[in-house]
């Protein structure tokens, strides 16, 4: 039997960090293993404990998750770090990052996107929710004078056999402009979980496991 993903929780509201362990204490390949109330509280037993992935709230007392994982990332640990917020703003978003998360997600997540992203981080990926990734977009194109850099190792051209839908064409545009599933949903016409699933099938067929990745592939494509 594989090792489960050993997790530490880091939230200064009880009753969140034991939704979460309700949660997972049913994944066989999953263990929370720790958990603390504050990020100072913390410090000292990720250094002990050396957990797989970080699970942070970002607003809390004393030291925010943020502060907290600029403090871990210097210490060159094997942890991975994973920022859980309410918030949906550039300001933290950017910040997380610049601070060394591995991945950002908002508190209304599903159930299957929260262990998703666990286990993307873990496998050292990254992983940011659909409405935030929207600001790393902003950030790239501020860095590039909005003009993608090609990667040498996607084709220059569609391949034969992967086929784009009319709709898909459209979710693939307006998730580069920026927007958000919502927002595109909203544009279209469509439900949320209707572009959700076009999105995928967008990074399925063009073999991307991220949206900045999707814009990489389809501006190298041609499709933007």
Request: net charge negative.
């Amino acid at each position: 039997m594989t090792t489960p993903i050993k997790i530490m929780l880091v939230d200064d509201h009880d009753l969140v960090r034991n939704g979460i362990k309700s949660l997972l204490e049913d994944e066989d390949d999953l263990t929370v293993t720790g958990e603390a109330s504050s990020g100072v509280e913390a410090i000292e037993k990720i250094k002990a404990d050396a957990p797989d992935v970080l699970i942070a709230d970002i607003k809390m007392p004393n030291m925010t998750g943020i502060e907290l994982v600029r403090k871990l990332a210097e210490e060159d640990l094997p942890t991975r770090f994973l920022m859980l917020s309410m918030h949906d703003s550039e300001e933290y978003v950017l910040q997380s990052i610049d601070a060394g998360a591995h991945g950002y997600l908002l508190k209304d997540a599903n159930r299957d996107e929260f262990l998703k992203a666990i286990k993307t981080v873990y496998e050292n990926d990254l992983y940011f929710s659909g409405d935030v990734s929207r600001y790393l977009v902003k950030r790239y194109r501020q860095t590039t004078n909005t003009s993608l850099l090609p990667n040498p190792n996607i084709p220059a051209a569609l391949p034969s056999e992967v086929s784009l839908t009319k709709r898909e064409m459209q979710v693939l545009q307006l998730a580069a402009s920026g927007m958000t599933n919502q927002a595109i949903a909203d544009e279209l016409g469509k439900s949320k979980r209707t572009v959700e699933a076009h999105r995928f099938n967008l990074m399925k067929k063009l073999e991307v496991k991220n949206l900045m990745e999707l814009i990489h592939r389809g501006k190298e494509l041609g499709l933007l």
